[in-house]
């Protein structure tokens, strides 16, 4: 039995020549789309124009508080599909593959999305999950869930351990945390689009969560709440809804390891993150100032362009976009987790730029230079020898220290430092996409190599990387 998060991160590590095979059974592949049979369905308009503001605007400021008598159904609507819904295909050599405003680890898509509406014109009072296949809404309470009789609108991020566990075992529950963080930022910013600003949680009591959802939790498991207004108090003796909806493969294999880390991390929280404490080495800061290159490109296209783009080209990248870019990960509005983690970065050719191993002080807004040299081949061999790695202009990455965490947080911390490393990797993808970079984000790495390159120490771990660039081809 593990004992914290730090071991499951540890028994979960990639090491070089010690990756054993596993064979995927494509007989047995989780289906990617959760439906409910038999229940009502709401269904939502298709044809709504999106925002086109600029993605820095949206996620600047502070957009006043959420009205809700202007949340009608092509509001929701717009949320739904610009924060989950399905924005392109392509052709791939097992058939069709359906792209959806997030990434998401092996194009898995552990997570799902559940709103709580109470007193929304045009929309019944219920508790909803959204389809992704149909975008629509179906119903599966229509009550139980607030004590008193004012508006609400909840929403629920959830994984489904066997879609990412059919391909990453074990180690899929660091998927399942990095996937709903993107989906968390992606509502987030489709939320904030609609002047509704939402306050992320993911701080609750797991098992009545899981049990309001209706959800099989064996199965399926509430990692995030995003409050746009009113909360939910729900019954404490509600009856599942379907819960075999929570299936996705004939066959599904447990993987005790998965439960360990979620019961782990299930605990409430003693205390907020610390503040992180990681190597910052070299003296030279740099303000980012304001943005160097504007994106000028608008938020509903930045979402319909958004791919993980593998064609890097190594020149053409220069120190205005990458300040543009680092802007994204300086989020303006503050949450309680912003602490749970470090943030840094490694640049190869950028011009104007000293090609290094920076760390980012996200408040200040300031990078610092902590090693000189060319470490972008060296992440390429550690991200599992993905070649085209080589040819990005930069890498970003995430870190913790999951000790301290522990010691502050208790394990719950793991999720505080996954969820916001998810989150932040979203900036990072849909920055790239508005300044027309390419961008792809990497969870496949050799984990103590990744530690020793960075030159953390003690229980600091890597937890995410993403690759940003230039593009062989245009991104629009
Ligand atoms: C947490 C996470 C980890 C990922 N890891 C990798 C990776 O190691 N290698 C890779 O080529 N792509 C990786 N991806 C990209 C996914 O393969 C990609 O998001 C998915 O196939 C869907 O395609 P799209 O992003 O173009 O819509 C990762 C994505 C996420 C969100």
Not at 17 to 31: E, K, R
Not at 213 to 221: C, K
Not at 340 to 357: N, Q, R
Request: proline fraction near 7%; aromatic fraction near 10%.
């Amino acid at each position: 039995m593990i004992q914290s998060a730090r071991q499951y991160h540890e028994h979960t590590s990639y090491e070089r020549n010690n990756l054993s095979g596993h064979y995927l059974d494509w007989s047995n592949q989780p289906h990617p789309f959760k439906e409910y049979k038999g229940l009502d369905r709401v269904e939502l308009p298709r044809t709504v124009d999106g925002p086109q503001a600029p993605l820095d605007a949206m996620s600047r400021g502070d957009s006043g508080a959420a009205d809700p008598e202007k949340t009608t159904l092509p509001v929701l609507s717009r949320v739904f599909s610009l924060s989950a819904g399905l924005t392109t295909r392509s052709r791939m050599p097992g058939g069709e593959f359906f792209h959806r405003s997030v990434p998401s680890a092996g194009g898995l898509y552990p997570s799902e999305l559940y709103a709580a509406i109470r007193k929304v014109p045009g929309i019944e009072d219920g508790l909803y999950h959204y389809s992704v296949a149909r975008h629509s809404l179906t119903r599966l309470r229509s009550g139980g869930f607030s004590r008193n009789d004012e508006p609400c609108l909840v929403f629920f991020v959830t994984a489904i351990f066997f879609r990412s566990s059919w391909k990453y075992r074990d180690r899929a529950y660091r998927y399942h945390l990095l996937d709903s963080g993107h989906l968390v930022e992606s509502l987030s910013l489709a939320l904030r689009s609609q002047s509704l600003p939402a306050a992320a949680d993911y701080d609750f009591d797991d098992e009545q969560v899981n049990r309001f959802l209706g959800i099989d939790a064996d199965r399926e498991v509430c990692l995030a709440k995003a409050t746009v207004f009113g909360d939910v108090a729900p019954a404490t003796d509600l009856p599942p809804v379907r819960p075999e909806a929570s299936r996705t493969a004939a066959r599904e294999t447990d993987y005790p390891l998965l439960n360990e880390i979620h019961t782990l991390t299930s605990a409430a929280a003693s205390a907020p993150p610390p503040s992180p404490d990681l190597p910052a080495g070299g003296a030279t800061s740099h303000g980012l100032g304001k943005p160097l290159a504007k994106p000028e490109m608008g938020f509903t296209d930045t979402i319909l362009l958004r791919r993980s783009r593998r064609n890097f080209v190594p020149h053409g990248m220069d120190r205005g976009k990458l300040s543009a870019l680092i802007q994204f990960l300086c989020p303006p509005t503050e949450s309680p987790y912003d602490d749970a983690l470090s943030v840094g970065f490694l640049t190869g050719e950028v011009s104007d730029v000293e090609p290094g191993l920076y760390w980012l002080d996200r408040k200040e807004k300031a990078w610092t230079l902590s090693r000189k040299g060319r470490f972008i081949p060296q992440t390429t061999r550690i991200c599992l020898d993905q070649g085209w790695l080589a040819n990005a202009a930069c890498h970003v990455f995430f870190a913790a220290d999951l000790d301290a965490l522990d010691t502050t947080c208790g394990p719950r911390g793991y999720r505080y430092a996954m969820l916001t490393a998810g989150r932040l990797g979203h900036r990072v993808y849909l920055g790239a996409t508005a300044l027309e970079l390419a961008c792809c984000g990497i969870g496949a790495f050799y984990d103590p190599e990744a530690a020793d390159l960075l030159g953390l120490e003690g229980g600091q771990r890597m937890l995410y990387l993403l690759a940003a660039g230039p593009s062989k081809s245009p991104i629009r």
